[in-house]
């Protein structure tokens, strides 16, 4: 069992940066590859990145590619996202997930936070 819980979104003018956080508790949260979703208002959640367990493997959706970069610290159970270059379509809602698998699809993660907000201005 992992639960997860985000922190660090916000409010940001286009062209800034913002590192959300995700802290996990569970034991087995190393074992874990771990992914960034958001939804917009009113739109279907979509994936943003991904990293496996052992960092050896991450991806990333074409709109946040050379923008954004996901990291994991496990000796502290948290996996960031450092975005960057932030536009106004980047607002959303930002959840973190966890799964045994590493994968774009958020149906294959069992485990999700509550989401956190980030509001891109113009």
């Known amino acids: 069992q992992v639960q997860l819980v985000e922190s660090g979104g916000g409010l940001v003018q286009a062209g800034g940066s913002l590192t959300p956080s995700c802290a996990a508790s569970?034991?087995?949260?190393?074992?874990?590859?771990l992914g960034w979703f958001r939804q917009a208002s009113g739109k279907e959640r979509q994936f943003v990145a991904a990293i496996s367990w052992g960092c050896a493997n991450t991806y990333y959706a074409d709109s946040v590619k050379d923008r954004f970069t996901i990291s994991r610290d496990s000796a502290k159970n948290t996996v960031y996202l450092q975005m960057n270059s932030l536009k106004p379509e980047d607002t959303a809602v930002y959840y973190c997930a966890a799964g045994p698998l590493i994968a774009t699809t958020p149906q294959l993660y069992p485990y999700w936070g509550q989401g956190t907000q980030v509001t891109v201005s113009s």
């Open positions: 569970g034991r087995t949260f190393s074992y874990y590859a």
